[in-house]
């Protein structure tokens, strides 16, 4: 009898430790799955409630070339409550991307999101005026055409302004000048535009500490500037890779409720100023620290943008997404249409004045066009910079002056700025399969040589 009750005390053990390691495993693939599933579900709810685009054709065409197991997680698209399920077999990685008014698309992670203020509206904004030189619109075309006639380039929509006048535009089949497409990365700049707003208000020093919320006073970190956050020279730690499921970018990205407290948690492992490193977290934790600066000070952080930049330069189609806790997810989610992304260009041209109104500090296009000291001259205030650097490392656009800098994302999103020419040039697409410097550089090079024949 007692070599049966140990025979069943085994077993049940055996037993135990089966069902501890079926859940192990089942938590690790649900926590994987649920990465690919938040950017389908996300990206799907985006491109569907916000852009306005065929729900077919962004299913079918919008997630090809990422991951062959993208194909396995399947969506579901719920009209009515306008939200997204993505999930994998079995329901592994559901996730879920309700979509609001004015606000885009939200990941639901860690219970029910955060509840936004109404949206204030914009009024219509006036059209952009058209340049005049027949000859230089027929140049810009024709290097369009050609761009557009290589189909795997991924070209969505192209801007191009001089002297502040619309010169051309084009947009690829299914797309047009109405709906907003994705910033990626190019948000950042967008974060840094609002920084500049509150620094014209005096609200933010840039070189005093940035109060992030989970540092205290004798933390370290705590003695981190707004200046080494927005040079990319903050010495935290941060992992910019996509490529790894678990990655800080990704668990910030698709699984995390309050992006910005990613990076807020992370060591310090330089001192800030010795080491540049690109990060998504820091602009997250940027973007989290100017809204407790605003709320602090009784103003509406969600109304800030749209008050203060996007309405004053009739840039009306910007929307800034935010994550679950209501802060903007200013690394990665703006969209807006390709002539507001050639209006927010130009304003850094203008030095920040838009018909006689100062909207950002005197300088503060230079600040951001100046190089990060351990960047080697290719990043400055969250813009990058067309700058050679000290080690062989050449500059990527040759073809164009050092005085150019530029916003930039993912899949080829290019807002560039030239001075020296009056030039905008806004390049929206995907990408996928090709570098895309080298589809956009060629063409970036001839529109910037034909504005210098004017």
């Known amino acids: 009898m007692a070599q049966f009750i140990?025979?069943?005390?085994?077993?049940?053990?055996?037993?135990?430790?089966?069902?501890?390691?079926?859940?192990?495993?089942?938590?690790?693939?649900?926590?994987?799955?649920?990465?690919?599933?938040?950017?389908?579900?996300?990206?799907?709810?985006?491109e569907i409630f916000l852009a306005?685009?065929?729900?077919?054709a962004v299913i079918e065409n919008e997630f090809t070339g990422i991951d062959p197991l993208m194909r396995y997680i399947d969506v579901h698209i719920?009209?009515?409550?306008?939200?997204?399920?993505?999930?994998?077999?079995?329901?592994?990685?559901?996730?879920?991307?309700?979509?609001?008014?004015?606000?885009?698309c939200t990941l639901v992670r860690g219970g029910k999101i955060a509840p936004l203020p109404a949206p204030k509206a914009i009024a219509e904004a006036a059209p952009l005026p058209i340049a005049s030189d027949e000859a230089f619109?027929?140049?810009?075309?024709?290097?369009?055409?050609?761009?557009?006639?290589?189909?795997?380039?991924?070209h969505r929509a192209i801007v191009v302004l001089h002297d502040g006048a619309l010169v051309a535009e084009r947009y690829a089949d299914g797309f047009d000048a109405r709906p907003p497409l994705l910033s990626w990365s190019m948000a950042k700049s967008i974060v840094a535009t609002l920084i500049g707003v509150a620094v014209n208000d005096g609200l933010i020093d840039i070189d005093a500490p940035a109060p992030v919320l989970e540092w205290s006073a004798d933390d370290p970190r705590a003695s981190t500037t707004w200046r080494d956050l927005l040079q990319m020279q903050s010495g935290l730690e941060f992992s910019e890779d996509y490529g790894a499921p678990r990655s800080d970018v990704n668990r910030m990205l698709w699984g995390s409720k309050d992006t910005g407290a990613v990076a807020a948690g992370k060591p310090r492992i330089h001192e800030p100023g010795d080491h540049w490193s690109y990060s998504s977290g820091t602009t997250n934790l940027l973007s989290r620290t100017l809204k407790s600066i605003l709320d602090n000070q009784g103003a509406d952080?969600?109304?800030?943008?749209?008050?203060?930049?996007?309405?004053p330069i009739g840039a009306t189609s910007v929307i800034m997404e935010p994550d679950a806790s209501g802060v903007f997810i200013g690394s990665s989610f703006i969209y807006a249409t390709a002539q507001d992304w050639a209006r927010l260009g130009q304003l850094y041209l203008q030095d920040g004045v838009w018909n006689d109104e100062r909207l950002l500090p005197a300088g503060w296009a230079a600040f951001v066009a100046r190089p990060a000291g351990a960047s080697d001259g290719q990043y400055g205030g969250h813009f990058w910079l067309n700058r050679d650097g000290d080690n062989g490392r050449k500059r990527i656009l040759p073809g164009l002056p050092e005085d150019a800098y530029y916003m930039s994302g993912h899949e080829g999103q290019f807002v560039l700025i030239v001075p020296s020419e009056d030039l905008i040039i806004v390049r929206l697409g995907q990408t996928r399969g090709r570098d895309p410097v080298s589809v956009v550089v060629p063409m970036i090079e001839r529109i910037y040589a034909a504005a210098?024949?004017?």
């Open 137 to 154: 619109a027929a140049a810009i075309d024709e290097i369009l055409s050609d761009a557009f006639a290589d189909a795997d380039a991924g």
């Open 78 to 104: 719920d009209r009515d409550g306008e939200r997204i399920v993505a999930a994998a077999p079995l329901q592994i990685g559901r996730s879920v991307a309700v979509y609001r008014d004015g606000y885009g």
């Open 6 to 46: 140990n025979r069943r005390s085994l077993w049940a053990l055996l037993g135990a430790i089966a069902l501890i390691l079926l859940w192990f495993v089942w938590t690790r693939v649900d926590a994987v799955a649920r990465i690919g599933a938040g950017y389908k579900a996300k990206i799907a709810c985006s």
């Open 301 to 311: 952080y969600h109304s800030f943008g749209r008050s203060r930049i996007f309405a």
């Open 52 to 56: 306005g685009r065929d729900a077919d």
């Open 452 to 454: 210098g024949t004017q």
